[in-house]
């Protein structure tokens, strides 16, 4: 998961191929394995907007922090058609429309 924004402590080692070695210090990684998170995580896709609600947070073996959803209800997909009533996913669009990072150029 990631909101774009570099975070201290997140950073994990580049080793696969589904995160872009641009994006290790932005990206966060969730384990969803428990009960219905595992059919939530295999309802997500690149580009979509979700709201994660109550992730636990924790340090990794590797000493990285990451975080662990159990509770599929605690997790929905959002829509633009959200943005009035999500204050988050009103200053993440805002970023993504604002942001001069050479990372994601416009």
Not at 4 to 25: I, N, R
Not at 61 to 72: F, R
Not at 86 to 103: C, K, T, V, W
Request: net charge neutral; aromatic share 8%; with cysteine.
């Amino acid at each position: 998961m990631t909101d774009y924004t570099s975070k201290s402590g997140t950073s994990m080692e580049h080793s696969s191929d589904w995160c872009p070695a641009t994006l290790v210090d932005r990206v966060l990684r969730i384990e969803m394995w428990r009960d219905k998170a595992v059919a939530v995580a295999q309802q997500m896709a690149p580009g979509e907007y979700w709201y994660l609600d109550n992730v636990r947070m924790k340090v990794s073996s590797s000493g990285h922090i990451e975080g662990s959803l159990s509770e599929a209800t605690k997790a929905r997909r959002l829509s633009i058609a959200d943005v009035d009533a999500n204050q988050h996913l009103r200053a993440l669009l805002q970023y993504a429309l604002h942001r001069s990072d050479p990372l994601f150029p416009s």
